[in-house]
């Protein structure tokens, strides 16, 4: 499963090639792929047809990209879950499609944002952004707001998380993976 360095990988790319292109046409042809999104698949492609993408955003294992240049609570914003396998490729738009290709946008410079996933434990979902629930002020999509600061945040504080780790009567494992600790780490890290 990606992990905080891999979705960071991922974020850096998304910002070069993405950012700034408009999204002129939505394809999601997998129903698990949009499982979160009330509307499913057809809310998808009618949300982001027609948007600008104006950045690629991270905290822990969220990805997200926010449109039209609105960074303000109730702002929508394409949320990316990478499950255990998925992707994001920039592709042009020419290109064939590949195998466990589930959603794609084509952009204004004829190339193509793909999301493949083989094991469709992944997703996008178009929500709103909402004020993160640990008082820092900072704007996340709303299913994440409950999540903590991952440590490579100008916001992460290592004394707070140590205290709260000290608080905690459980095993080391457990409370690095907890997402409301310390956000980010996955199984192979914890280990």
């Known amino acids: 499963m990606p992990e905080l360095p891999e979705v960071e990988v991922v974020r850096r790319g998304l910002e070069t090639h993405v950012v700034g292109r ?3 046409r939505v394809e999601v042809s997998g129903a698990r792929t949009a499982r979160r999104q009330p509307g499913g698949p057809a809310e998808i492609v009618a949300r982001l ?17 926010t449109l039209d240049g609105d960074h303000t609570v109730g702002a929508d914003c394409l949320l990316v879950h990478l499950g255990m396998s998925g992707q994001m490729l920039v592709t042009d738009a020419g290109a064939p499609p590949v195998r ?20 469709t434990f992944g ?65 192979i890290y914890a280990d």
Do not use: M
Not at 52 to 58: F, I, K, L, N, P
């Open 100 to 119: 466990h290709l589930h959603a794609r946008a084509g952009l204004d410079d004829g190339c193509e944002l793909r999301f493949v996933d083989q094991r």
């Open 123 to 187: 997703g996008w979902t178009v929500v709103p952004l909402a004020e993160a629930l640990d008082g820092t002020g900072v704007l996340l999509p709303a299913p994440a707001a409950h999540i903590g600061a991952d440590p490579f945040e100008p916001g992460f504080d290592p004394l707070a998380t140590a205290r709260t780790i000290r608080r905690r009567d459980t095993e080391v494992k457990r409370l690095l993976l907890d997402q409301t600790v310390v956000s980010g780490i996955g199984n």
């Open 49 to 65: 047809g027609g948007r600008t993408v104006s950045g690629a955003r991270r905290r822990g294992k969220y990805l997200w990209l």
């Open 22 to 24: 408009r999204i002129d």
